[in-house]
Each structure stands twice: as C-alpha cells, then as structure tokens.
C-alpha cells in the first residue's frame, strides 16, 4: 500500500473533551447510525477503542492528553466519511490553553 493511500485512512482532531468523554462520544456516535454504517465496540481500553461494524470493517480510536484538551486520531478503511464526521462533531480543543 502506498504512503498516499494509508494516510487517507487515518484522521486526526483536537478536542477540549477527556479522553474519556471522547471515547464515549465515539460510543455513541456510531451506535446511532442504522444500517451498514453502524459500529459497535469490540475492544476498548483508557486511551483506545476498536468498533466493529458491517461486513467486519473496523474503525480504531486512540486519545491522548494534549495542550488545550484531548488529541484524537482514528483510522479506518471504508468508513472515512463517517469518521470525519465524528471528528467534527467533537469540541474544538481550547487555543488559550496552550499558552
């Protein structure tokens, strides 16, 4: 697989959520969509979460403490669109704080 290609399956956000706020968020996001674009979790841990949905495609979810809240990445293979949109349904981080 070529760079080009894997980098269109990773996304990355900054929020002023928690980490765990951040993973319930994810929890919930995809757990409301019906059909072949929900997902459920199949592993989680503090700073990560893997969801499952249709036909087997995983979407992972790692957080990590950042200036002005919380950094997110995610990667997935078909379900980029969705992702995104969880991304940009979170919190912006906060700018004053990483002064």
Request: net charge negative; no cysteine; aromatic share 8%.
């Amino acid at each position: 697989m070529s760079n080009h290609q894997r980098n269109r399956t990773v996304q990355q956000a900054a929020t002023s959520l928690a980490p765990t706020g951040v993973l319930a968020a994810a929890k919930e996001f995809f757990a409301r969509h019906s059909g072949v674009y929900s997902a459920f979790p199949e592993k989680e841990g503090p700073v990560h979460l893997t969801l499952r949905g249709q036909g087997g495609e995983e979407i992972a979810i790692g957080v990590a403490d950042a200036p002005g809240g919380t950094a997110v990445t995610a990667s997935t293979y078909m379900f980029d669109q969705q992702v995104a949109r969880f991304l940009a349904s979170l919190p912006p981080a906060s700018a004053d704080a990483s002064a």
